[in-house]
């Protein structure tokens, strides 16, 4: 299995709902990353999981709570969005790179979220 | 610190014409770079990767591109375009310690029948 898999592929939600989204991978990863992209753009790095712990936080705000319960998932939960976060939320995962070797990252298909 | 600049937001080629997608990086160690393809409502793609083994690297679907340090490039191209190239290409580079990814700010690709 050499997929990252997101679910759900599109999701529309209010203001005040809550949400979450999900991403699994099961080839031995131990470095697992949320991304935001809007259209055109490059994707922006949020979040990354190193050992199932939060090493990174690009200064999200609190409304996205990541979450890791083990070493093949990924949570991003979502509270109180607001419109402009409607994007593409692309989950990645990598091995932990070792000093010399270059790491690829594997991305999932993303969930397309709209707020409204 | 890394980064990698990639010239040219659009590019539009001919079908069956030459693809050269440009990208430049900016590394204090010796860097890994990468090329990633996106099709429309789709996520991210690995074309190929540069890790300090040969210098021109051989991709899927006819992409190759050639690891310059001298003038730090790393160009893909395609000898001849297809249709279903069409979609978004972006360069990205890391470092060889560390797990943070640097992308381009992406070059979209139209293929003119």
């Known amino acids: 299995d050499t997929e990252v898999t997101q679910t759900p592929k599109h999701l529309v939600m209010g203001m005040t709902n809550k949400k979450s989204l999900k991403c699994e991978q099961h080839?031995?990863?131990?470095?697992m990353y949320w991304y935001k992209q809007k259209a055109k753009k490059p994707p922006e790095l949020m979040f990354v999981?190193?050992?199932?712990?939060?090493?990174i936080n690009e200064s999200v705000p609190s409304r996205f709570s990541p979450e890791c319960p083990n070493s093949s998932l990924l949570n991003l939960h979502l509270h109180a969005l607001q419109p402009e976060d409607s994007a593409l939320y692309l989950c990645?995962?990598?091995?932990?790179?070792?000093?010399?070797?270059?790491?690829?990252?594997?991305f999932g298909p993303g969930t397309r979220l709209t707020v409204l | 610190a890394q980064s990698v600049t990639q010239l040219g937001s659009h590019v539009s080629v001919s079908e069956g014409a030459l693809v050269l997608l440009r990208c430049n990086y900016s590394s204090s160690v010796p860097p890994y770079l990468f090329w990633y393809v996106q099709y429309p409502n789709q996520g991210l793609q690995l074309l190929l990767k540069?890790?300090?083994?040969?210098?021109l690297v051989k991709g899927i679907n006819g992409f190759e591109a050639e690891f310059k340090k001298s003038e730090t490039s790393f160009h893909l191209t395609k000898p001849s375009a297809h249709m279903s190239d069409a979609a978004e290409y972006f360069c990205?580079?890391?470092?060889?310690?560390?797990?943070?990814?640097?992308f381009g700010t992406g070059t979209s690709l139209t293929v003119i029948p």
């Open positions: 990645a995962s990598s091995p932990q790179p070792k000093r010399g070797a270059g790491t690829s990252y594997f």
């Open positions: 540069y890790t300090s083994a040969a210098t």
């Open positions: 999981y190193s050992y199932e712990k939060l090493s």
């Open positions: 990205a580079v890391s470092a060889n310690t560390g797990n943070q990814f640097y």
């Open positions: 080839m031995g990863h131990r470095a």
